[in-house]
């Protein structure tokens, strides 16, 4: 599944240039910040509990097909978060670019994809996965416990270079 690429824009407009740039040469390209999202070892998921307020939590963000996923325990929080409320933000800390990546998270479901997402967690951590009547399974651990992907398709998304005065966003 190929997604449209993005729209880059600048963050801010010469009426808010005070202290960021408005030179047009500093947006970022997507495939800088996905490729920021595909290093990254870990990443903060925001998520929101039942009553609204905010949770976040770190995680290893797995990439395939071009977009980034998330490991967690079905009974998670984050996980029941996400039952309830598909909307979540991603952060990562790059070296040459922070991302904030606004998006909807889904449940992966479909054998062929929880296989491909399985291979990417193993490609990336060495963490080995196996599907088992549709169920996603940590066999390297006691149970085994059973985990659940998702996969968070980006709405928008912010970058800031590491100067602190160029910011970049993108519209899905």
Same mark, same amino acid.
């Given at each position: 599944?190929?997604?449209?690429?993005?729209?880059?824009?600048?963050? $801010?407009? *010469?009426?808010?240039?005070?202290?960021?740039?408005?030179?047009?040469?500093?947006?970022?390209?997507?495939?800088?910040?996905?490729?920021?999202?595909?290093?990254?070892?870990?990443? @903060?998921?925001?998520?929101?509990?039942?009553?609204?307020?905010?949770?976040?939590?770190?995680?290893?963000?797995? @990439?395939?097909?071009? #977009?980034?996923?998330?490991?967690? %325990?079905?009974?998670?929080?984050? &996980? %029941?978060?996400?039952?309830?409320?598909?909307?979540?933000?991603?952060?990562?800390?790059?070296?040459? /670019?922070?991302?904030?990546? *606004?998006?909807? &998270?889904?449940?992966?479901?479909?054998?062929? %994809?929880?296989?491909?997402?399985?291979?990417? +967690?193993?490609?990336?951590?060495? @963490? %080995? +996965?196996?599907?088992?009547?549709?169920?996603?399974?940590?066999?390297?651990? =006691?149970?085994?416990?059973?985990? !659940? $992907?998702?996969?968070?398709? =980006?709405?928008?998304? +912010?970058?800031?270079?590491?100067?602190? /005065? #160029? !910011?970049?966003? @993108?519209?899905?």
């Amino acid at each position: 599944m190929t997604d449209p690429m993005p729209v880059a824009e600048l963050l $801010f407009s *010469e009426a808010d240039a005070t202290p960021m740039s408005t030179d047009t040469a500093t947006v970022k390209p997507w495939s800088q910040a996905s490729a920021c999202l595909q290093a990254a070892s870990k990443a @903060w998921l925001s998520t929101v509990r039942p009553d609204g307020r905010p949770h976040a939590m770190p995680v290893m963000p797995g @990439w395939a097909d071009e #977009t980034p996923y998330i490991a967690t %325990r079905p009974a998670s929080r984050k &996980a %029941r978060n996400l039952d309830g409320n598909p909307n979540c933000v991603l952060t990562v800390a790059g070296a040459d /670019l922070d991302l904030v990546v *606004e998006g909807t &998270a889904t449940r992966v479901q479909d054998p062929d %994809r929880l296989q491909q997402v399985a291979d990417a +967690f193993m490609a990336k951590y060495q @963490w %080995r +996965f196996t599907i088992l009547d549709g169920s996603v399974y940590d066999g390297s651990l =006691p149970g085994p416990p059973e985990y !659940a $992907f998702y996969r968070v398709t =980006p709405v928008r998304a +912010f970058g800031y270079g590491p100067d602190g /005065l #160029t !910011a970049t966003r @993108w519209r899905f």
